[in-house]
């Protein structure tokens, strides 16, 4: 079942580190991943999907995409489908985040400059390193111009120009 019927599109700014090639042998799934010792691996649940001649291009493209619901797995996922080879403007911004320190939080962490979008913190793959005290996170985001997230006592922003999130003053309240 479609999450939305319309076509939105996305810039491909980067992506988590976990890919696999699906059955059909020319798709790629791809989501954030913590690789750990002994081939172990951590992922997020959600996760993107693209053709596999995109595999070594992505980076920097924007497509044609929708996002789905995984029925078996009851997980969301985004499927892009045509790469859009004059320049747009794109409606989002598919961007993963790697930290150590404190997890984001889905609800309270994220800054959404329009309620009414899809922007969020899409899918993030955790683990504790007891060792350090600290989470090691890998965290995709879809994100606008406006949006950002919070992470201990500092606020960032999205800057679709240089496609960076910028620390942003907090005002002391």
Known sequence: METNTERITFKV???????????DQVTILNRPAIFLPESKKKWGNEYIL?????????????FYG?????????QQFIRLFDAIETPVIPDYHIVCV?????????????????????????????HWME???????ETIMLVKDGDGYVMGDK???F??????????????K
Not at 114 to 125: E, G, L, N, Q, V
Not at 131 to 137: I, S
Request: aromatic share 16%; proline share 3%; glycine share 4%.
């Open 155 to 157: 606020e960032f922003h």
């Open 98 to 126: 790697k930290h150590k320190g404190l997890q984001f939080d889905r609800w309270s962490d994220f800054i959404k400059d329009d309620p009414k979008s899809y922007s969020a913190i899409f899918s993030t793959a955790f």
């Open 159 to 172: 800057n679709p120009d240089n496609c960076l999130f910028e620390e942003v003053p907090v005002e002391v």
């Open 66 to 74: 929708k996002f789905f619901q995984d029925k078996k797995k009851k």
């Open 131 to 137: 060792d350090k005290g600290e989470y090691d996170c």
């Open 13 to 23: 700014v980067s992506i988590g580190s976990f890919m696999q090639v699906m059955e």
């Open 50 to 62: 693209f053709h596999d001649k995109f595999r070594d291009d992505i980076i920097g493209m924007t």
